[in-house]
């Protein structure tokens, strides 16, 4: 939910790169329809999942989850408060948007499993989407880098 709000609250105080009509411009059908997929995955999962913090697995997850939060938010609020800054301007700062949330999710993954999954895959499955949904934001993100800054 922390995810979401930041996202709700402060997605139009980002640079310009990050605009609606700027950022969904020409981006391959493939490319927008596989991250939305994912990005709904990665979201909606958690929420049948049960979290639990029992186990040291578990706790070292939800502290990964705060740390992945922390840079998510880090990142959102760098390039909003200091637009003009080196690491703004830059290719990984203007990214880390797209990146960070790998290390959220993750978290998440460590924290809950979902239990309608057989047990082979259990373990790795919300990983396993959370790092597909963060290659295609990833490389969303750098086409519309790429193109603004060639």
């Known amino acids: 939910m922390p995810i979401l709000l930041v996202n709700l609250f402060f ?10 009509s700027v950022f969904w411009h020409d981006i391959p059908a493939v490319v927008a329809y596989g991250e939305n997929v994912l990005r709904t995955l ?3 999962v ?5 979290l ?3 186990g040291r697995r578990r706790r070292v ?9 922390i840079a998510y938010l880090a990142a959102w609020f760098a390039l909003i408060l200091a637009p ?3 690491w703004s301007t830059s290719a990984v700062g203007l990214l880390a948007p797209a990146y960070t949330p790998l290390v959220w999710a993750v978290g998440i993954g460590l924290v809950g499993q979902p239990r309608y999954l057989p047990a082979v ?6 990983p396993a989407v959370a790092v597909l949904f963060t290659a295609f934001h990833l490389l969303h993100a750098a ?3 790429h193109r603004l800054f060639p």
């Open 11 to 20: 997605a139009g105080q980002l640079p310009p790169m990050y605009a609606r």
């Open 42 to 44: 990665v979201i909606a």
């Open 46 to 50: 958690p929420l049948l999942m049960p």
């Open 52 to 54: 639990s913090l029992r």
């Open 61 to 69: 997850g939800f502290a990964v989850y705060l740390a992945g939060l």
């Open 84 to 86: 003009d800054s080196a």
């Open 121 to 126: 895959v259990r373990t790795w499955a919300y």
């Open 143 to 145: 086409t519309v880098y």
